[in-house]
């Protein structure tokens, strides 16, 4: 029998559904490109909007994303893939946290560069992050895909959830960070629609998980058990019959 997640599991699941939402409206406009258009970037990020939406979606999101990969690897303990559950958890975790530097950054730092280069300081535009927090943002990148993307084998397996939830989970990783983020910095060094896509994946994927998890009682968990245990007799009598 599978045992029931804690109060504090099956709400923390629901941080999933809510950080891919968050995440979706923080993408939704295009920043101009910062060389091409550094007038046209400077008042994008000047903007109050701008402020909010990287505030609460983007610092905020990724926030929601560790409270929520935290009770993911709690609920994947309980299935049939804990070790690799906990271990995506662990990794993916890790990747939120680092990335919530450049998040942080990006939020309060380049506004105040955006108004002082509208105010006459066109020089502003010269400024360079430490390679240090490059390297940072980059490895955080590596960790959030890898542990996402082993997260969503994990449920893929944990035999907890229908595996469509898993691979939709893994495809949403690689559709945000690979197709959204990575080819978005080499092109247009803003975001693309791909992650829209797969922030409105990882919404689709974490409600389900999060339902599925709500929907969880010992009753029904005890029923699924037993017919469980009910076919593998029957396999196992037939198997032994002559």
């Known amino acids: 029998m599978v045992n029931r997640p804690s109060a504090a599991i099956r709400v923390g699941l629901w941080a999933l559904p809510l950080y891919g939402a968050l995440t979706a409206w923080a993408t939704l406009d295009a920043q101009p490109d910062q060389v091409t258009d550094p007038e046209g970037w400077a008042r994008f990020v000047s903007t109050n909007y701008y402020l909010l939406s990287h505030l609460v979606g983007s610092t905020g999101g990724t926030i929601l994303a560790i409270l929520g990969t935290m009770a993911l690897g709690g609920y994947l303990a309980s299935g049939r893939s804990a070790k690799l559950g906990v271990a995506a958890m662990a990794v993916a975790v890790a990747g ?59 449920m893929w397996r944990s035999g907890l959830l229908p595996r469509w939830v898993g691979a939709v989970w893994a495809i949403a990783a690689l559709v945000f960070y690979v197709l959204g983020v990575v080819l978005g910095l080499a092109t247009t060094g803003a975001s693309l629609p791909t992650q829209i896509v797969g922030a409105l994946l990882i919404v689709i994927s974490g409600a389900w998980t999060a339902w599925v998890a709500q929907r969880s009682t010992p009753e029904r968990d005890l029923s699924i058990g037993e017919s469980a245990e009910s076919n593998r007799a029957v396999h196992n009598a037939n198997t032994d019959a002559p």
């Open 96 to 154: 939120h946290a680092l990335l919530l530097v450049p998040a942080a950054i990006s939020t309060f730092a380049l506004p105040a560069i955006g108004r002082a280069y509208l105010g006459g300081s066109t020089d502003v535009m010269q400024i360079g992050f430490s390679p240090a927090m490059e390297a940072m943002f980059l490895l955080g990148l590596l960790l959030a895909l890898v542990g996402n993307v082993l997260l969503g084998v994990a």
